[in-house]
């Protein structure tokens, strides 16, 4: 009876410590329910340590959600996807424009991203986001800290403003993508099969260097 029970919590902080640093063969270790249960994905993000993979699967598993939800089949995981939209959201930061079109040479097109991971690019769709990093309620203006302190409403300083979790960063971006007509149209489209999504994080120079997300998701067919 011990052996099992130390056997359970092996596994249980297998899993846990996983989830903390995200690869890509861990798509493969976790159902859909078992992802959304990990501790990691309800934690908030801490920018500066960000883990991008953790954050790209909960943007990939949350994405299912609305497939299933509309009666679709789940996107299947492709790691060259992601690999194409993780490069595309990293780009957009580094080289700071916001655009499906990229400023950097041989990558211009999302077809042209597509065949540099050797990938068919006959059909190939994509969705990009901005939002704040924060769980921030739409028109209300906040109080900049200073030294690294905490985000507070202007309306009460006691109110703090929490970064994201992974998992209600996804849902936000997801939402809003969903909002939209031409991004739902590309995640409920069924001639896509495939998904892979990409995240990276920069101070809003034009918004006292608050956090920001780019999101990216990159989908394929057969």
């Known amino acids: 009876m011990r052996t099992r029970f130390l056997f359970l919590v092996f596994v249980l902080f297998a899993r846990s410590l996983a989830a903390q640093n995200w690869i890509p063969s861990d798509y493969n270790r976790f159902t859909q329910t ?3 249960q990990l501790a990691a994905v309800h934690q908030t993000i801490n920018y500066k340590k960000m883990d991008r ?3 790209q699967a909960a943007m990939f598993h949350v994405t ?3 497939r299933i939800k509309h009666g679709l089949p ?3 995981h492709s790691d060259a996807i992601e690999r194409v939209a993780s490069g595309h959201a990293a780009d957009m930061v580094t080289f700071q424009f916001y655009s499906h079109v990229s400023q950097v040479k041989g990558k211009k097109t999302v077809n042209d991203r597509f065949a540099l991971e050797g990938l068919p690019s006959v059909l190939v ?3 990009i986001s901005s939002s704040i990093g924060l769980q921030y ?3 209300r203006k906040i109080n900049i800290p200073r030294s690294g302190g905490m985000y507070t409403y202007a309306s009460s300083k006691r109110e703090v403003i929490l970064p ?3 998992l209600s960063y996804a849902k936000e971006a997801v939402r809003m993508w969903m909002n939209s007509p031409s991004h739902r149209k590309s995640i409920l489209n069924p001639l896509f099969t ?4 990409g995240a990276s994080v920069y101070g809003n120079k034009e918004f006292f260097n608050v956090p920001y997300l780019i999101g990216v998701q990159n989908f394929g067919g057969k």
């Open 34 to 36: 078992e992802f959304l």
């Open 53 to 55: 993979g953790l954050l």
């Open 64 to 66: 299912n959600l609305e």
């Open 74 to 76: 789940p996107f299947e």
């Open 125 to 127: 769709g994509e969705n």
């Open 137 to 139: 309620q739409d028109g």
């Open 164 to 166: 994201h979790t992974y």
């Open 194 to 197: 495939k998904l892979g999504c």
